[in-house]
């Protein structure tokens, strides 16, 4: 049968098995040269994207709920970014802002000091990923202080660098065989909300996690005059998109504020707009000394940013610096996504990310192995278990959902051992949104 209907350029469009002919060999040839340690759920070979839509090397098109990894945060090639990187690229593509100045350098400064939490004067430090960003910090946190340990929480991710895996706390894969690592990080536990002890609210178990700080590390095993910074993901990442309880935060500042100790927050994934606010701080009543920020700062070009407290930023020339670090053609992205973040799509990830929480509030009531939705913005985790009384995690189902979804046209990512994470293109619409609810529903029906 012939059918006239007209394909929509805005959702998926399947038009081959998957992986398709083309893609099939070039699979193969990665195999051979590329490092295994590289995680692949699903083999999408990309070829070209558009939006919020990526097209494969056999003309198969996808709709993107994975921003390659949170980070494409105004869409694929958005024409304005697009635009920027190409008037930059034809006057200076690189000249190091280690050992020379340059105009956007102090431009980009000046907008992530105006616009970092809690107002008043930052200095800032450019680097290419969040790994660095977060190196930077820890090594600023050291300087500042005279102090040399720090404290981390179960379920982190910082990065793979040495120190910033110190910090991680996600996956023993990501650990294991790399050691010794950088001496003196403790982990603390992060507060669940849906984890939680039995008889204990949400804010009642955050509090007793700061307190576990002080009453049982400081006791023990951490004197607290040695601690540099307590490092922490306002709403985790890796971990699982766990959004803590609101008191969480200005707890913890309590705390380092009481014991001189530096707050760092790591808004290497929730930063730039992606909770539906410029920072995931924004939500919640705590204000970090350094701020690490890198993924969707740039639209996907390499650039990550250490936002510090003017006052705390006293290295001295030649203390830290990158050669690539604040890249020309890297800022120039930087400049033109704030202005679209500012512009229209916080306020779209906050409309959009609402409207899709709304769709999926309910799917525990509906569906037996949805354990938990939770997030913020476009920054929303789907929780996989076995069953709603035991709530035992159930990551093979997880899997399972994942790559049904992919053979719909839907790309989506996991996130902790369980979770599904959805964090699309701010530039998402309502109706790309739907078309991903309904695919996932679809799914869920099939478990």
Not at 59 to 88: K, M
Not at 234 to 243: A, D
Request: glycine fraction near 10%; hydrophobic fraction near 45%; include cysteine.
């Amino acid at each position: 049968m012939v059918t006239t209907e007209k394909v929509r350029e805005d959702l998926p469009h399947i038009l081959t098995a998957l992986p398709g002919p083309r893609a099939k060999p070039l699979i193969e040839r990665d195999r051979a040269v590329l490092s295994p340690s590289y995680t692949r759920d699903y083999p999408l070979v990309a070829d070209h994207g558009t939006g919020a839509t990526i097209e494969d090397v056999d003309g198969n098109r996808f709709l993107d709920f994975s921003a390659g990894i949170a980070v494409a945060s105004t869409g694929h090639c958005h024409p304005e970014v697009v635009r920027a990187i190409e008037r930059q690229a034809n006057r200076l593509i690189h000249m190091s802002g280690t050992d020379f100045y340059y105009e956007n350098m102090v431009e980009l400064a000046e907008k992530l000091s105006a616009i970092a939490p809690g107002g008043g004067a930052h200095r800032v430090y450019f680097g290419n990923s969040g790994a660095e960003a977060i190196e930077a910090a820890m090594k600023l946190a050291r300087f500042h202080t005279g102090r040399d340990k720090f404290i981390a929480f179960t379920g982190a991710f910082h990065g793979r660098t040495l120190g910033s895996l110190s910090l991680t706390g996600s996956k023993v894969v990501q650990r294991k065989g790399f050691g010794p690592l950088v001496p003196g990080v403790y982990h603390a536990q992060y507060p669940d909300p849906y984890r939680r002890p039995a008889g204990t609210t949400a804010e009642e178990h955050a509090a007793n996690c700061v307190r576990a700080i002080e009453e049982t590390l400081f006791r023990t095993i951490l004197p607290a005059e040695e601690v540099a910074a307590i490092v922490v993901e306002p709403v985790q990442g890796e971990g699982g998109y766990i959004v803590p309880p609101k008191n969480f935060l200005a707890e913890l500042a309590a705390l380092a504020k009481k014991h001189g100790i530096l707050l760092v927050f790591d808004e290497v994934q929730s930063g730039m707009g992606r909770t539906g606010k410029m920072w995931a701080a924004d939500h919640f009543n705590a204000v970090p000394d350094i701020l690490a920020s890198a993924k969707g700062i740039a639209s996907g070009l390499p650039l990550s940013a250490m936002i510090a407290r003017a006052e705390i930023m006293n290295w001295p020339p030649g203390a830290h610096a990158s050669t690539f670090g604040g890249n020309p053609v890297a800022i120039a992205s930087a400049l033109a996504t704030i202005k679209l973040l500012e512009d229209e799509l916080i306020a779209n990830a906050a409309k959009v990310g609402g409207y899709l929480f709304d769709r999926m509030r309910d799917w525990p009531a509906r569906f037996g192995n949805v354990g938990e939705v939770r997030g913020l913005g476009l920054m929303i985790g789907v929780e996989f278990v076995r069953d709603q009384e035991s709530k035992e995690r159930a990551p093979e189902l997880r899997e399972r959902v994942l790559k049904m979804a992919f053979e719909r046209g839907l790309l989506v990512l996991g996130a902790g051992r369980n979770t599904l994470r959805l964090c699309p293109p701010l530039i998402v619409t309502r109706d790309q949104a739907g078309f991903a609810a309904d695919t996932l529903e679809e799914c869920l029906k099939l478990l």
